[in-house]
């Protein structure tokens, strides 16, 4: 292996200055060892951080020549601080300070500090143990047991030690001050605190080494990562088992509140699904020519109950480290399939086909332990999942309808409106056209207070006609005409028609109070905006949202996975699956039942005097209070004002653009 560092080209090793010639012990006294001099220039000798922070290398015909940073870019006008750059070989590395502290531990062998996870009543019970056999051995001996490094053995968390006396020749037998967890395998059985650590990360978005820099942080011992990546292994085949096995249950209630609302238990449900993707569209430009995302996650939630738990769920991956470093070594392997691997999927399948993923959520919930059939599915309007499942449902005699989430189809008709090549007008109350920036700040307002308008007719009348699609399409026929003339300032046709505004009482939504019901519209500007709204009242749209179904669940569970997968990039590749399952179980069930559950899982009950249950009680009743506040009309009315407020805050002051993509690219 050919010589690197700071000095060496490569070819050469000539490019350092040679410093002055030897001199005389008398004189090597007088002069600093840090400066020399050499033909009347001053040359400082820098440490290797100094060094590598100075010169940068440059290769000039093959040859690597140290150059000092900034000559590319800084002006040759620029004034000197008349110091010549170094060309001495650099100093060794200064000490670190995590260096300095183990070199002080060294000169004080007898002491150990720190914290350590330690099961209390095993603990006393050892130390107790200890002072018996001491008095035993030397009853005339009054001194106190200590402990020493070489008597102490780190156990991730906990620790094994041995006590001993300085005065007597008495050293205690080992005592491991932790619990183990019981399994039927062969070799060492694991620390429960090591166990625990790993149920802990399972709940949370810390990772392995964000884990190790917690505990150092809290002066504790940390399990080496090979060992704690082995704990999080186990737990994460346990998480999937328990929580398949906890979905089971959420469905068999599912089935017993469709029992006890006089319907059978076999009755066809309806249910939303979502599918995530760990990395945007956006991010495929110049890349890759498929999805760019290397993981999938399906899930299924149900309409039946308040609470809408997660019945299924669907996980796809393309990463397997094992066969990526098999390949790197010239290994012919392929993924999915060899042994270890962690793909379910070859890197050249398409990892946006969900019409797959809607065929293996529907086997999951037909071939189940609690089968269950589906007769509606609510989804967006990007992919093809339902295909997926009314392919499978076809098969035992039901035919599944598809219905659209309103909340993306409200976002379609707000970049439909947006698009749109209107040029409206807006007259002021007092007679005069508004500038122009207010005009566009109108204009990007008329969107969204269209689009909430739209949507505010349609609950309306679908509390008013009792769910009737016949008089709902008919209503919003007539309605659509007159919410155009609403914002135009005319309200004949809202007192004829609309449920939302009388003529009198009339809200715009978003809008500035300037272009409140002051629009002028042309015919074609009227006939375009009413064609954008059919897209939500139309009769195609209505007969797809009758029911009002959204997949705001399985949305809100996509995002809740980024709270137990490390750093938010959800690329886990032996445990992303355990890692939403963990989610999904604390989503199905309150926080503190979760954890009790999942602990029992993997060999590490709590303790019924255990202090931590009142924390987790206290959570639970605080998860709970928020979810009941969430769906409060107090809370959401208070949300609607706020946001009122923001956006009349907004009118107010000084509206000018501060933010602007791509203000500053060349023309």
């Not at 350590?116 to 009054?142: F, M, N, R």
């Not at 820099?213 to 090979?226: A, D, Q």
């Not at 809100?556 to 963990?582: V, W, Y």
């Amino acid at each position: 292996m050919g010589r690197t560092g700071p000095g060496w080209s490569g070819r050469k090793s000539t490019w350092f200055s040679k410093a002055r010639q030897p001199l005389h012990s008398d004189q090597k006294a007088a002069i600093n060892p840090t400066t020399h001099v050499n033909n009347d220039i001053k040359l400082t000798r820098l440490t290797h951080e100094e060094f590598n922070r100075t010169f940068t290398m440059k290769y000039v015909d093959g040859i690597g020549v140290w150059k000092p940073i900034g000559e590319a870019f800084l002006d040759s006008r620029c004034e000197s601080s008349g110091v010549v750059s170094s060309r001495l070989r650099p100093l060794s590395s200064s000490k670190t300070s995590v260096e300095k502290l183990l070199l002080q531990g060294k000169n004080t062998q007898d002491a150990v500090s720190g914290y350590s996870e330690v099961h209390l009543p095993t603990c006393v019970d050892a130390i107790q143990d200890c002072v018996e056999s001491h008095l035993k051995l030397s009853p005339e001996c009054k001194s106190r047991l200590v402990t020493s490094s070489n008597l102490y053995q780190k156990w991730g968390l906990s620790a094994i030690i041995q006590l001993k006396c300085n005065d007597c020749s008495f050293v205690s037998s080992k005592y491991k001050l932790f619990r183990e967890v019981n399994h039927k395998g062969r070799g060492r059985k694991s620390a429960e605190p090591n166990r625990s650590l790993a149920v802990g990360l399972y709940n949370t978005s810390i990772g392995a080494a964000g884990a190790q820099r917690l505990l150092t942080s809290m002066n504790k011992p940390t399990p080496c990562p090979s060992s704690l990546q082995k704990q999080l292994n186990k737990v994460g085949d346990a998480m999937k088992i328990l929580n398949e096995q906890d979905m089971g249950r959420q469905i068999n209630l599912v089935k017993d509140t469709m029992h006890n609302a006089g319907f059978s238990r076999n009755t066809p449900i309806p249910v939303e699904a979502d599918r995530q993707y760990n990395i945007s569209l956006r991010n495929s430009r110049g890349k890759t020519p498929f999805a760019p995302a290397t993981q999938t996650r399906d899930v299924v939630a149900e309409n039946v109950t308040p609470e809408k738990k997660i019945i299924a769920y669907n996980y796809e991956s393309k990463l397997c480290k094992s066969g990526q470093m098999a390949r790197s070594a010239g290994l012919d392997v392929s993924c999915p399939g060899h042994e270890g691997c962690t793909a379910t999927m070859s890197y050249c399948s398409h990892s946006g086909d969900e019409k797959r993923g809607g065929r293996k959520l529907a086997e999951q919930l037909i071939n189940g332990d609690e089968p269950i059939l589906v007769d509606k599915i609510t989804t967006d309007a990007d992919g093809r999942m339902a295909d997926g499942f009314s392919e499978e449902m076809r098969q035992h005699g039901i035919k599944t309808k598809q219905f659209l989430d309103t909340v993306h189809l409200n976002r379609s008709v707000v970049s439909a409106i947006s698009r749109l090549p209107i040029r409206p007008k807006v007259i002021t109350h007092d007679g005069h056209r508004c500038t122009k920036i207010k005009l566009t700040q109108a204009k990007n307002r008329l969107a969204d207070s269209m689009a909430w308008r739209a949507e505010q007719e349609v609950r309306k009348a679908r509390a008013k006609f009792g769910g009737s699609l016949k008089k709902l399409i008919k209503h919003a026929a007539r309605v659509i005409p007159a919410i155009v003339d609403c914002y135009q300032g005319k309200h004949r046709s809202c007192k004829k028609h609309s449920l939302v505004c009388d003529g009198v009482h009339t809200r715009y939504e978003y809008l500035p109070k300037f272009a409140r019901g002051t629009f002028k519209f042309s015919e074609d500007d009227s006939n375009l905006l009413s064609t954008s709204l059919q897209k939500r009242m139309g009769k195609e749209a209505l007969q797809r949202t009758r029911f009002g179904f959204t997949t705001q669940k399985a949305e809100a569970t996509n995002h809740f996975f980024s709270t137990t997968n490390p750093k938010h990039t959800m690329k886990c590749s032996r445990n992303g699956a355990g890692r939403d399952h963990s989610a999904i179980h604390m989503l199905n069930n309150c926080v503190g039942d979760s954890i009790v559950s999942k602990t029992s899982a993997c060999g590490v009950p709590l303790s019924p005097n255990s202090p931590c249950l009142i924390a987790l009680n206290q959570m639970s009743h605080r998860q709970n209070y928020f979810k009941k506040r969430a769906r409060s009309s107090f809370y959401k009315f208070r949300v609607a004002f706020l946001r009122r407020r923001r956006y009349d805050c907004h009118d107010r002051v000084n509206n000018e653009s501060y933010y602007i993509k791509g203000q500053l690219n060349p023309n």
